[in-house]
Each structure stands twice: as C-alpha cells, then as structure tokens.
C-alpha cells in the first residue's frame, strides 16, 4: 500500500527554522515527482514547493522563495522542506504529496497533478 508520511512539524517563534520531512512507504519515490502544499483555515490549498524525480528540477511559491528548500534522499526514500525565517502566516497544515505524471524533470507545483497525498503535519508559527 501505497503511503506518505510526514514529520517534522510544530510550534516555533517568528524567524525560527523547522525540517518537514517525507517518507514514503510500500513504494519507491525514485520514481514520482513531490510536492509540499499546505492549507491555512478557510483557504485554498496552495503549493508551496516541488522537486522532480531526480532533484534537478525545484519549484517554489512566492512567498516562500529564498526561505525554504526542497531536497530529497532517494536512499532514504525522503524528501525534505528545510523552513527557514519562519512568518505567522507561514501557520498551516503542511502536506507532502508524489505523482508519477510528471517527466523526470517536471517539478509543477499544483494540486491537481498530485495523486497520492499524505496525512499532513501541523505547522504553527507563534510568539
């Protein structure tokens, strides 16, 4: 059975760093593009990052860019999100998410290319 999980998340203050990561289980990610999405209450979810099958592709969103980055360990079947300068409205609910409809090298970061999702990881930014 195919799974993601992720880790990683919780509290931190204004300008601080937090690691998300994300395993797969039952499945190889070698062969998937990943993404990073999150949802705040009462929005839509958004892609925050995504990386290509091999890593040479990254995609960021916005207001993310220069603050995080997407990485990945296909040894260790992961794929990371180092969060860095951290804002309140950084404050959601983090999802990692693969799709195997992408070419090795796409890393498009929207929702309705990903297929299989994981659980989500709650991310707090707060004083």
């Known amino acids: 059975q195919l799974q993601l999980v992720e880790s990683g998340g919780g509290l931190v203050q204004p300008g601080g760093s937090l690691r998300l990561s994300c395993a797969g289980s039952g499945f190889t990610l070698d062969y998937y593009a990943i993404g990073w999405f999150r949802q705040a209450p009462g929005k839509e979810r958004e892609g925050v990052s995504c990386i290509s099958r091999r890593g040479g592709s990254t995609t960021y969103g916005d207001s993310v860019k220069g603050r995080f980055t997407i990485s990945r360990d296909n040894a260790k079947n992961t794929v990371y999100l180092q969060m860095n300068s951290l804002k309140p409205e950084d404050t959601a609910v983090y999802y990692c998410?693969?799709?195997?409809?992408?070419?090795?090298?796409?890393?498009?970061?929207?929702?309705?290319?990903?297929?299989?999702w994981g659980q989500g990881t709650q991310v707090t930014v707060s004083s």
């Open positions: 998410a693969a799709t195997s409809r992408m070419s090795a090298v796409q890393a498009i970061c929207h929702v309705d290319f990903y297929d299989y």
